[in-house]
C-alpha cells in the first residue's frame, strides 16, 4: 500500500515561488507514474505535472509548463514540484498521486492514479 505526504503548501504572492514536497512509501512495485495534481474550489481536479519514478520521464500540462518543475529524489522517496512565476489561478489544493506502471505519454489524468495523498493548499494573492 503507497502512502503519500504532501507539505510545503502557502500563501505567496503573485510572481513568488513555492516548493511542494511529497513523501511516498510503501512501494511494492517495481515502476511507478509519480503526479501532481490540483483542485480549484468549484473545478474538477486536474493534472499538473508526471513523472516516471526512478525513469525520469516528465509531463506537464500547458497552463504550466515553463513555470513548474517535477522532480525526485529516490533516496529519500521523495517528490516535488519546483513553482515558479505563480498566478492567482494556480491558487488549489495542490495532491500527490501514484500509479503502478508507466506514466500515459500525453495525459495526466485522475482516474489513471490509485494513490493519493491529503494535499497541501496553496493560495496565490494579486
Known amino acids: 500500500q503507497v502512502q503519500l505526504q504532501e507539505s510545503g503548501g502557502g500563501s505567496v504572492q503573485a510572481g513568488g515561488s513555492l516548493r511542494l514536497s511529497c513523501a511516498a512509501s510503501?512501494?511494492?512495485?517495481?515502476?511507478?507514474?509519480m503526479g501532481w495534481f490540483r483542485q480549484a474550489p468549484g473545478k474538477e481536479r486536474e493534472g499538473v505535472a508526471a513523472?516516471?519514478?526512478?525513469?525520469?520521464?516528465?509531463y506537464y500540462a500547458d497552463s504550466v509548463k515553463g513555470r513548474f518543475t517535477i522532480s525526485q529524489d529516490n533516496a529519500k522517496n521523495t517528490l516535488y514540484l519546483q513553482m515558479n512565476s505563480l498566478k492567482p489561478e494556480d491558487t488549489a489544493m495542490y495532491y500527490c498521486?501514484?500509479?503502478?506502471?508507466?506514466?500515459?505519454?500525453?495525459?495526466?489524468?485522475?482516474?489513471?492514479?490509485?494513490?493519493w495523498g491529503q494535499g497541501t493548499q496553496v493560495t496565490v494573492s494579486s
Open positions: 498521486a501514484a500509479r503502478v506502471g508507466n506514466c500515459y505519454t500525453g495525459r495526466i489524468w485522475v482516474a489513471d492514479f490509485g494513490y
Open positions: 513523472i516516471l519514478a526512478r525513469g525520469g520521464s516528465t
Open positions: 510503501g512501494y511494492t512495485y517495481s515502476s511507478y507514474c
